[in-house]
């Protein structure tokens, strides 16, 4: 009897690491980076795809800091930019996207969500002033779990 219930519980076990195996190779694929660019070139609208970023995070821990993730971008003076994020419907989290006047951070220029009024926007379009870089970041609201891709257009053709 012993012994049967050390099959049952190897065979458990076997069954078990299959079926979360299973469920993190599903997860993956949920992250599909040419879906999402499907979801997102319609709303580039008069704009043209200069380069896309996707991103996913694990829900934070209830200490842990969100978890952003950044690229520097080389913007031209007097060119207009949009800036968005397409989700995931599969995952909880809301992306949020921040313009930011170089690397450091030190002044947010632009932000797909207002913090103050609570308020989520599609798209930041943003008219540089200056040629230089800067940094977009990208985050989901409350540190939820979630998959996206950032899009960095302009209204210049190539």
């Not at 949920?30 to 319609?42: F, N, T």
């Not at 951070?105 to 870089?133: A, P, R």
């Amino acid at each position: 009897m012993k012994n049967g219930l050390t099959k049952v519980a190897f065979i458990g076990s076997i069954i078990a690491m299959f079926w979360v195996g299973t469920s993190f190779i599903i997860k993956k694929k949920e992250c599909d980076r040419q879906l999402l660019l499907e979801k997102a070139v319609p709303k580039l609208k008069k704009f043209t795809l200069i380069q896309d970023y996707p991103f996913s995070f694990k829900k934070k821990k209830k200490n842990d800091a969100i978890e952003y993730s950044k690229q520097m971008i080389t913007l031209n003076r007097g060119i207009r930019y949009k800036f968005y994020a397409v989700k995931n419907d599969e995952f909880e989290g809301i992306p949020i996207v921040y313009i930011f006047n170089n690397e450091k951070q030190e002044v947010m220029l632009g932000s797909s969500y207002n913090t103050h009024y609570k308020k989520f926007y599609d798209e930041i379009e943003f008219e540089c002033k200056t040629t230089g870089n800067y940094c977009l970041s990208f985050c989901f609201q409350d540190g939820l779990d979630g998959c996206a891709l950032g899009v960095f257009s302009s209204n210049v053709k190539e």
